[in-house]
């Protein structure tokens, strides 16, 4: 059975950094595509950034690009997403996702990219 549990959440001012991490159970961990996502309060969920099982594709959603970074470590089990130069419009709560189907890269044409299995959430409220 697979579990993501998130990390790293937290109260921060504009222009700071977090950095979250999703430590993962389950095996086949290192074929296994990942993803962030978020869910701002009253709107619907949304891609924020993904990564390849090998680590050697990262994706971002434009409004995150160049202050956002996703990496793994599949000797850990963990997935991170380190966070720079936040604002206000990035207060969320960040979902961890996995797609163990994920060994031939990130599903874009499926719904939620593939993403199947999903961690509880940690929030991130970035005050201005």
């Known amino acids: 059975q697979v579990q993501l549990v998130e990390s790293g959440g937290g109260l921060v001012q504009t222009g700071g950094s977090l950095r979250l991490s999703c430590v993962a159970s389950?095996?086949?961990?290192?074929?296994?595509?990942l993803g962030w996502f978020r869910q701002a309060p009253g709107l619907e969920r949304e891609f924020v950034a993904a990564?390849?099982?090998?680590?050697?594709?990262?994706y971002y959603a434009d409004s995150v690009k160049g202050r956002f970074a996703i990496s793994r470590d599949n000797t850990k089990n963990t997935v991170y997403l380190q966070m720079n130069n936040l604002k206000p419009e990035d207060t969320a709560v960040y979902y961890c996702?996995?797609?163990?189907?994920?060994?031939?890269?990130?599903?874009?044409?499926?719904?939620?990219?593939?993403?199947?299995?999903w961690g509880k959430g940690t929030l991130v409220t970035v005050s201005s």
């Open positions: 996702a996995a797609d163990p189907l994920g060994n031939s890269g990130v599903r874009f044409g499926a719904p939620d990219y593939g993403m199947q299995y």
């Open positions: 389950g095996h086949g961990f290192t074929t296994w595509a």
């Open positions: 990564i390849s099982w090998s680590a050697g594709n990262t």
